[in-house]
């Protein structure tokens, strides 16, 4: 049974990630902020800002439930503002937490399964707008767009440890957030084919599927779970 950890799983798309792989038979840490504890799975506080932690949050995991070998870069936020009006405050926060976090969650976690040789899975939370851009999204946009290409740069270099990395790039989700923006004016199904949102469930199925041994052929790829909006 494997160990998987998911950031920023204590609700929402998070959350969901957590359920189905547990549902897959994996053992599930969640990370999150200190304030958003979860009783559901084994949690473990991470401010993914915080560098200094992120040794120890492995520790605890690997403590209560082994060494983690699927792990799950979840925990972003977005600040959306006109990029003439971006502070150097909020692009640095989007940016330390969407990018620079991912990338030493990542480091960390990959080098105790390199020490141990033991293969692993990684999986970035990305976005369609890391794909293609968008108004209001300029420090959200760029962090995910330089997501998608780590995530192409990690592949390349650990898949001689046995290491297989991946992103999703969902579309508009059914969260909270989603409900303040509709309740704004704006239409966030516009260019869904199917004309909805996604759901959490929708994002974590893909998440279960390029953990499993079904994908162990893929990896350096981006999975849009978009609903066609790339498609045109």
């Given at each position: 049974m494997s160990v998987a950890a998911?950031?920023?799983?204590?609700?929402?798309?998070?959350?969901?990630?957590?359920?189905?792989?547990?549902?897959?038979?994996?053992?599930?840490?969640v990370l999150d902020l200190p304030e958003h504890p979860t009783g559901e799975f084994t949690f473990v506080p991470l401010d993914v800002?915080?560098?200094?932690?992120?040794?120890?949050?492995?520790?605890?995991?690997?403590?209560?439930?082994?060494l983690c070998t699927i792990w799950i870069n979840n925990a972003g936020l977005a600040v959306r503002r006109p990029a003439l009006e971006v502070t150097p405050?909020?692009?640095s926060h989007v940016?330390?937490?969407?990018?620079?976090?991912?990338?030493?969650?990542?480091?960390a976690w990959a080098r105790r399964l390199v020490a141990a040789k033991k293969p692993g899975v990684l999986i970035n939370i990305a976005s369609i707008f890391g794909l293609v851009g968008g108004p209001r999204r300029a420090a959200y946009s760029s962090?995910?767009?330089?997501?998608?290409?780590?995530?192409?740069?990690?592949?390349?270099?650990?898949?001689?440890?046995g290491i297989r990395v991946n992103a999703v790039a969902p579309t508009f989700v059914r969260t909270p957030m989603t409900s303040k923006l509709i309740e704004e004016g704006l239409d966030v199904t516009n260019r869904s084919l199917d004309g909805r949102?996604?759901?959490?469930?929708?994002?974590?199925?893909?998440?279960?599927?390029?953990?499993?041994?079904?994908?162990?052929?893929i990896t350096g790829h981006t999975l849009p779970v978009d609903g066609g909006w790339l498609a045109w």
């Amino acid at each position: 049974m494997s160990v998987a950890a998911v950031t920023g799983g204590s609700g929402g798309i998070g959350a969901a990630i957590a359920r189905e792989l547990a549902l897959s038979g994996h053992q599930v840490a969640v990370l999150d902020l200190p304030e958003h504890p979860t009783g559901e799975f084994t949690f473990v506080p991470l401010d993914v800002r915080e560098h200094g932690r992120i040794e120890a949050a492995l520790d605890e995991i690997h403590d209560h439930l082994g060494l983690c070998t699927i792990w799950i870069n979840n925990a972003g936020l977005a600040v959306r503002r006109p990029a003439l009006e971006v502070t150097p405050e909020e692009w640095s926060h989007v940016l330390d937490v969407n990018l620079t976090g991912a990338f030493f969650c990542a480091q960390a976690w990959a080098r105790r399964l390199v020490a141990a040789k033991k293969p692993g899975v990684l999986i970035n939370i990305a976005s369609i707008f890391g794909l293609v851009g968008g108004p209001r999204r300029a420090a959200y946009s760029s962090s995910k767009a330089a997501l998608v290409n780590l995530t192409r740069v990690l592949a390349y270099e650990w898949q001689p440890y046995g290491i297989r990395v991946n992103a999703v790039a969902p579309t508009f989700v059914r969260t909270p957030m989603t409900s303040k923006l509709i309740e704004e004016g704006l239409d966030v199904t516009n260019r869904s084919l199917d004309g909805r949102l996604a759901s959490p469930a929708d994002v974590a199925r893909a998440v279960r599927f390029l953990v499993s041994d079904d994908a162990e052929m893929i990896t350096g790829h981006t999975l849009p779970v978009d609903g066609g909006w790339l498609a045109w």
